[in-house]
């Protein structure tokens, strides 16, 4: 005896295999009827159309009810293994729509700027959809090594800095900088050097970083900026420079922001530049934390 064809079944496929096999499992068409909610005419209805669909009878009437005719009987075990995968089915797709989107925590410091993140960023987020970063903001590089460390964070980004022994550490890109100079204050013509820093209005940083260590090296000097501001917020600095309140050591995409506001900028010689490194423990990444350092990974190579 060949298997009932499934292929001629309608659109209300699954809820008439669901009435067969209430049916079949109470032997008798009124009991499945108040099972399911529904009248018996209805339920005799959709029981008819089945066997036409299907071309053969399913059930014989007994005085006590119902019984499965021997098509019924190989189209019981069938349905209900049917029913059981479209059961499934949806719980997975609820599962999957309740789920949260693979996510990376990345501690990203002060002093690192936004231009070497945002490409990175751009390209993990659009590649991964809808895979999604999320950034722990840290003050101090101890800080942020300290984030990573404690789980906090699964990778960090750190200017300029040896890779701690318990980490490792993957070079993603560098920055270069130069000093923007306030209006009213003589520009140079060509690259400075640290002397264009003495007695100049300086807007500084935290310690550590860049800005930090240029003042500190200018004080080995027997020079003397001026530091009027301590300044972590690195996007408010091309507002503060072209405003007045001082120079400032600006990336060279600062640089061009700040052209736009009539800023002037002049690059250091020799040159400064600090390389950033991507830091993890030394364990098992996790799949978006892997792709993210891929990613980052395959931009340094195209920048060269």
Aim: no cysteine.
């Amino acid at each position: 005896m060949t298997s009932p064809d499934f292929g001629g079944l309608g659109p209300h496929n699954s809820q008439r295999l669901l009435y067969f096999v209430r049916i079949a499992e109470l032997g008798s068409v009124t009991s499945a009827a108040l099972s399911l909610g529904i009248s018996q005419p209805s339920l005799s209805t959709a029981l008819r159309k089945l066997e036409r669909e299907l071309e053969v009878q399913l059930f014989d009437r007994t005085r006590g009810g119902v019984v499965l005719t021997p098509e019924g009987q190989l189209l019981v075990g069938e349905a209900r293994s049917v029913l059981k995968n479209l059961d499934d089915f949806r719980l997975a797709v609820i599962a999957a729509r309740s789920e949260q989107p693979e996510a990376v925590k990345v501690a990203i410091p002060s002093g690192v700027n936004v231009s070497l993140f945002a490409p990175l960023a751009q390209v993990f987020t659009r590649r991964y959809a809808p895979a999604q970063i999320h950034v722990i903001p840290t003050w101090s590089l101890a800080e942020t090594v300290e984030t990573v460390r404690t789980g906090k964070a699964e990778l960090a980004l750190l200017p300029r800095v040896s890779v701690p022994n318990d980490m490792e550490g993957h070079d993603v890109g560098h920055y270069e900088f130069a000093l923007a100079f306030p209006p009213g204050f003589a520009t140079p013509t060509r690259a400075v050097d640290l002397t264009a820093l003495d007695k100049m209005p300086f807007i500084g940083s935290r310690e550590g970083t860049a800005a930090d260590r240029l003042v500190r090296a200018a004080h080995r000097e027997g020079l003397k900026p001026q530091v009027v501001m301590i300044e972590p917020n690195i996007p408010s600095l091309p507002h503060l420079v072209a405003t007045g309140v001082g120079a400032a050591m600006v990336t060279t995409t600062q640089s061009m922001e700040l052209r736009l506001l009539g800023v002037q900028t002049r690059l250091f010689e020799p040159r400064e530049k600090w390389s950033v490194r991507m830091i993890h423990r030394r364990t098992k990444l996790s799949p978006p934390a892997r792709r993210l350092l891929a990613v980052a990974q395959d931009l340094r190579r195209k920048r060269g």
